[in-house]
């Protein structure tokens, strides 16, 4: 049996909740639990504060876990990571008042600066030969400058609208983060075989998120024509019609490349554009 952990609460929760139960994992939404069993697996799920779990994991309290890359950098425990998932995608960035003159790191010189990530910043710092006072806050940073207690933050940022609403404007970005896989390694040499069925699921599941499943009709003596648009894994599939001198084609695209196959392909004469998601893709 493998332990999975995920946040208990928070931004990832969902989003990792979701991510098992599309691989297939049949699991209760931990509402009010610590751990559930998942019922046509050999895993159970543990449900943990966010900051506690990369400690956790590197302990083999749990074997692996979706959580986000900042946490892990922050909290520099020995874990590897199994595979970048794609989602809750922010930033670890310094923001300050609006109006404040920033021309770089060494603006932050003699500052105070309020986070939630003193490890962090301190590298960010330590880089630049910056010295400043670090506020650790657990929680509502960009408040800080506001009510006097720092001058600068240093936080994570998605939008950005809740430096705005705060009146203040990002300045430096110190790293990029999104949900990862990660594994403690004991458990990645033991458990070898549950976790890589768990990663090529994962795989699968986030490929198909990618893509979409298209289909059409197109004139006989425009094929070759509309083959050479589609993006496809080896070819497109081509079928004949009832109606004489007529096909339709299938085929795969990717979510990036959509609305510029779509155009190319009408200008060619596809009629009868059928765009469908996928729920799985294995290649």
């Not at 991510?19 to 159970?44: H, P, Y």
């Not at 890359?69 to 989602?87: M, P, R, S, T």
């Not at 994570?156 to 609208?161: A, I, K, P, R, T």
């Amino acid at each position: 049996m493998i332990k999975i952990a995920v946040q208990k609460s928070g931004r990832l929760y969902e989003d990792s909740l979701k991510l098992l139960k599309d691989c297939g994992l049949s699991v209760e939404d931990g509402l009010d639990t610590l751990k559930a069993q998942v019922r046509n697996f050999d895993a159970e799920v543990l449900f943990l504060r966010n900051s506690d779990i990369p400690k956790y994991l590197e302990d083999g309290v749990a074997d692996i876990a979706i959580l986000g890359e900042n946490v892990l950098i922050e909290k520099n425990v020995d874990i590897a990571v199994v595979e970048k998932l794609g989602f809750s995608k922010c930033r670890l960035s310094v923001a300050v008042p609006k109006g404040v003159p920033f021309n770089g790191p060494q603006d932050l010189n003699g500052k105070k600066i309020a986070t939630s990530y003193p490890h962090s910043l301190q590298q960010y710092l330590n880089k630049h030969n910056v010295t400043a006072s670090i506020h650790l806050i657990s929680g509502s940073v960009e408040i800080a400058p506001n009510i006097g207690l720092a001058d600068a933050i240093c936080d994570l940022v998605s939008s950005g609208n809740t430096l705005f609403k705060n009146g203040l404007e990002e300045k430096e970005i110190l790293l990029k983060s999104e949900a990862v896989l990660a594994a403690n390694k004991k458990s990645l040499a033991e458990k070898s075989v549950l976790i890589e069925e768990l990663a090529f699921r994962i795989r699968s599941v986030l490929k198909a998120r990618k893509n979409k499943y298209i289909l059409f009709n197109i004139p006989n003596d425009k094929v070759a024509e509309a083959s050479q648009i589609l993006p496809v894994l080896k070819s497109p599939t081509v079928l004949p019609l009832l109606e004489e001198g007529w096909s339709s084609m299938h085929s795969v695209i990717n979510d990036e490349d959509f609305w510029t196959v779509l155009n190319k392909l009408e200008k060619c004469g596809a009629q009868g554009i059928l765009v469908i998601p996928i729920e799985k893709m294995i290649v």
